[in-house]
């Protein structure tokens, strides 16, 4: 056990409350898991502890949503193989009831990255689109900022013996818990000051890019060529959002990256994955996609293939990109060298990319703008949003002005320009 670890633990929860969610006095919180799934029972310990800080940061009614990866794991195993598109519908509608009234949600993740890796992937695909297509209302609320929510992670053993297979069980999670203490500056002596600082230096980053207004970005590295272009105005965020009724929050920690969107239409090229993702309890590694205007028209994977499969065929929009991000090669996450098989924490060791749909607060007034409209601007609607990493030291990245000039903005995966 971690000497301190109570008092890390209860750090960890009210960094969650006070700087992720911003709780404001009379919010409710309602906390699940990913893929609309509940939160693992392993992580008791965290939410109860989250569940107490918010209470005292004013929320009038906490509720969490809870779940069982033997549970997941049991229906791949034994149920029906016709009954995969069917979906718990409570657990979105809940989480549905409160964003509609302004209230935060909270997302926990830590299921172990390998659930399902002896189970049909088609089934798993199957179930992760019907959850995807199910759980869009909700996702409709976060990409347009309506609410204040958060994604944070927390250790659990079938997670850490993925990252740490060498250590024995015990030693494993405790390792991933003072790893991720570590990387969401919880070790800080001010963990919350700590944040602040980090916040503007990533404000600073978007602040140039606003100001250079790319009409696109050029991606060159080992088997990389890819062109993207940006929508007129498109807007560069970081860490800080800010929601419809003024609550300023921030979405992940950890968070490296800032970014924006790509024009839907204006995506061509190939460009490979620098990391492995892992996508609804399996792992898709060492693969590449080629795109002719902005959507995928070819792709192959070393491992999990039919996964990719899956998931560019979500829905018809799927298989476009919703996010270009940016972060240095030189980030804490990228030089801890450890893979973490969890999305939230690799997207911040590398620069990155996202299948699916776009965020409205990327463009002016896209939070405003129709479906029809928010497409027509350059935007992508779907129901999936999912980041791969694209990101090492030896990818360069050009932003292209309005007249066609070229101008490094990262090199070697490091920023080439100074703030």
Known sequence: MIQNFEQMLQKYADVTVRVGLNIQPGQRLIIGGPAARGVCLEEAPLVRRIAASAYKAGARFVEALWGDPELLLMRHRM???????????????????????????????????????????????????????????????????????????????????????????????????????????????????????????????????NAKGYAGLH????????????????????????????????????????????????????????????????????????????????????RGEEMLKQLLATDENACSLGEVSFVPYSSPISQSKILFYDTLIDENAASHLAFGHAYRFSLPGGERMTAAEFMAAGGNESATHVDFMVGSDKLDIDGITRDGTAEPVMRQGEWAFKV
Not at 194 to 204: G, M, Q, Y
């Open 79 to 209: 149920a029906p193989r016709d009954s995969f598109n069917e979906v718990s519908e409570w657990l979105i509608n809940a989480r549905l009831s409160f964003v509609e009234k302004s209230d935060a949600l909270l997302t926990v993740r830590g299921y172990d990255p390998d659930l399902f890796k002896e189970q049909d992937p088609k089934l798993v695909g199957q179930e992760m689109q019907s959850i995807l297509m199910k759980y869009k209302p909700v996702s409709e609320y976060i990409s347009r900022n309506a609410v204040n929510w958060c994604v944070v992670t927390g250790s659990t053993a079938g997670w850490a013996a993925r990252v740490f297979p060498d250590l024995p069980p015990e030693q494993a999670v405790d390792h991933l818990w003072e790893t991720i203490f570590r990387i969401c500056r919880i070790d800080q002596p001010d963990p919350v000051s700590a944040w602040e600082k980090h916040v503007r230096e990533l404000a600073v980053r978007t602040e140039y890019m």
């Open 219 to 302: 991606y060159v590295g080992p088997d990389t060529d890819l062109k993207v272009g940006l929508p007129e105005g498109a807007i560069w965020k970081s860490a800080r959002f800010a929601s419809e009724s003024g609550i300023d929050y921030i979405g992940n920690l950890p968070t490296e990256e800032i970014f924006s969107l790509p024009h839907r239409e204006r995506i061509d090229g190939t460009i490979r994955a620098s990391r492995p993702l892992s996508y609804g309890g399996t792992l898709i590694d060492d693969f590449s996609l080629t795109f002719e205007k902005g959507r995928v028209v070819k792709f192959n994977a070393k």
